[in-house]
């Protein structure tokens, strides 16, 4: 009985303008649309220094800045930061089961 009205058809154009303007100014105020990339499943090869040296500036190593740092999945970088734990590049400050905190060795 009830219901919202059905809309004329110069309302329904109004509307659809009105959405159309809308958009545009969007895509004018965003300027180009920004693509999003996946990111990395395999980590980078740690054997060359610049990703060594990269850590070593970082002041606290967690899983979640070195994946934003080199555009990796976060399951990388946990194995990531472990084979560096393992090497002796990096140390194990604190951690629990979800998240470890790390330190570059210098």
């Known amino acids: 009985m009830g219901g919202k009205k059905k809309l004329s058809l110069k309302q329904m154009e109004r509307m659809q303008a009105k959405?159309?303007?809308e958009e545009k100014k969007k895509k004018d105020?965003?300027?180009a649309a920004r693509e999003k990339k996946a990111a990395g499943i395999i980590a980078p090869d740690i054997k060359g220094g610049k990703m060594v040296e990269e850590l070593k500036k970082m002041r606290v190593l967690t899983p979640?800045?070195?994946a934003s740092r080199f555009n990796?999945?976060?399951s990388a970088a946990k194995d990531l930061l472990e084979?560096?734990?393992?090497?002796?590049?990096?140390q194990l400050v604190s951690g629990?089961?979800?998240i470890k905190i790390y330190k570059a060795v210098d």
């Open 29 to 31: 105020k965003g300027g």
């Open 72 to 74: 990796i999945r976060i």
């Open 96 to 98: 629990s089961h979800d």
């Open 19 to 21: 959405k159309d303007e």
């Open 83 to 90: 084979q560096l734990e393992n090497d002796g590049l990096v």
């Open 64 to 66: 979640y800045a070195v």
